[in-house]
């Protein structure tokens, strides 16, 4: 069993809570804009970490982290890229990535919206954690805990960190 503590496009803003809500964590993953090694840095300090670049991230993030990553934890196969989109509106070469990978697990970021999904075609859960950091049109800040334990994805939380200006 690992407890997964999940954020994307923290666009480089640090925030103490992430430290309080990732406490309980076994690993965190960025779905990509981190907007800094510092802030990377930071989070894997925290606990280890895993994660894409995203649109924002300079040439050294893009060197540590991939665009698109692919990996098992457990039983449960797990995608993750920064620009995806979501079922009905996938990302370009993004559907077809999910039909030849077949991941349990799609993991994106970019939009700065909130979503969890389950795609009944290709019987894959979708999440997008929405926006951690303060850059964008989002108005709460939020990340997402859960839970992998053999196959199952469970006990999801929705933590939201307070709005984009404070």
């Known amino acids: 069993m690992l407890k997964i503590g ?3 496009d923290t666009h480089a803003c640090w925030d103490d809570k992430y430290g309080k809500y990732f406490a309980e964590c ?21 606990k280890p970490l895993r994660g894409v670049y995203g649109n924002i ?10 665009q698109t990553l692919h990996f098992t934890v457990e039983q449960v196969g797990v995608m993750m890229t920064h ?4 079922p009905g509106r996938y990302a370009p070469g993004v559907r077809a990535e999910l039909i030849k990978t077949k991941p349990d697990l799609f993991i994106t970021g970019h939009s700065h919206i909130l979503k969890v999904i389950y795609d009944k075609s290709l019987h894959c859960l979708c999440i997008n954690p929405g926006a951690a950091g303060k850059s964008g049109f989002h108005q709460v800040r939020t990340l997402v805990r859960f839970v992998i ?4 994805i469970k006990d999801l939380e ?8 404070d």
């Open 6 to 8: 999940l954020l994307s």
């Open 26 to 46: 076994d690993e965190i993953w960025h779905a990509g804009d981190i907007g800094s090694e510092e802030l990377a840095a930071r989070l894997a300090a925290l």
């Open 57 to 66: 991230d300079g040439q050294e993030l893009r060197i540590q982290y991939p």
């Open 83 to 86: 620009i995806g989109g979501y």
């Open 149 to 152: 334990d053999g196959k199952a």
């Open 158 to 165: 929705v933590i939201e960190l307070g709005n984009r200006w």
